[in-house]
T-cell receptor
Framework: DTAVSQTPKYLVTQMGNDKSIKCEQNLGHDTMYWYKQDSKKFLKIMFSYNNKELIINETVPNRFSPKSPDKAHLNLHINSLELGDSAVYFC????????????FGSGTQLSVL | GENVEQHPSTLSVQEGDSAVIKCTYSDSASNYFPWYKQELGKRPQLIIDIRSNVGEKKDQRIAVTLNKTAKHFSLHITETQPEDSAVYFCAASRGARKSNYQLIWGAGTKLIIKP
């Protein structure tokens, strides 16, 4: 029983396309996050949702739009993909809003050609 | 802005020896310090965390120490094994579970265990 699951695991697409990544957690956590990990392995938070409410919205191009239909799901939609968007995107969840004891999904490797 | 510096960026140790990774934080109000391990191609996983009211915490072969005065904390791995090879991330936050304070991440340390 995977605690935080995200799909797809790999995403290869052309520049200019629109794509979505889905995430679901079955831990009963209140908060979900999207992180981006670049080629140098640096982890950068993008968004955070608590009970469907956006609480962290870092400086991210507005081509990235998160959506949380309920507290167990957080999806990421990316419009007009660019080469620089290539990275690994991790979904995560935690019980509270303080990013304590984060549980990460297995990641989505996005490659923009 | 607040930052966390992590050293070294790469650490190579002989199997069976100890490894130490150090992090320095800038925000003196930080009170929560987790360490995550990320094996190659896998997700980051929490291995140990410590709060500012505790100076040291151990869990089997891993331990974390905190020096609030100097604003640094360290991860210690004893009797290293091949499965300890991974990238280790430190982080610091002001927040308790119900806050929305940011978690500030270090840049990671690649630990290589030589057989």
């Amino acid at each position: 029983d995977t605690a935080v699951s995200q799909t797809p695991k790999y995403l290869v697409t052309q520049m200019g396309n629109d794509k979505s990544i889905k995430c679901e957690q079955n831990l009963g956590h209140d908060t979900m996050y999207w992180y981006k990990q670049d080629s140098k392995k640096f982890l950068k938070i993008m968004f955070s949702y608590n009970n469907k409410e956006l609480i962290i919205n870092e400086t991210v191009p507005n081509r990235f739009s998160p959506k949380s239909p309920d507290k167990a799901h957080l999806n990421l939609h990316i419009n007009s993909l660019e080469l620089g968007d290539s990275a690994v995107y991790f979904c995560a969840s935690s019980r509270g809003t303080g990013q304590e004891k984060l549980f990460f999904g297995s990641g989505t490797q996005l490659s923009v050609l | 802005g607040e930052n966390v510096e992590q050293h070294p960026s790469t650490l190579s140790v002989q199997e069976g020896d100890s490894a130490v990774i150090k992090c320095t934080y800038s925000d003196s109000a930080s009170n929560y310090f987790p360490w995550y391990k990320q094996e190659l191609g896998k997700r980051p996983q929490l291995i140990i965390d410590i709060r500012s009211n505790v100076g040291e915490k151990k869990d089997q072969r891993i331990a974390v120490t905190l020096n609030k005065t100097a604003k640094h904390f360290s991860l210690h791995i004893t009797e290293t094994q091949p499965e300890d090879s991974a990238v280790y991330f430190c982080a610091a936050s002001r927040g308790a579970r119900k806050s929305n304070y940011q978690l500030i991440w270090g840049a990671g340390t690649k630990l290589i265990i030589k057989p």
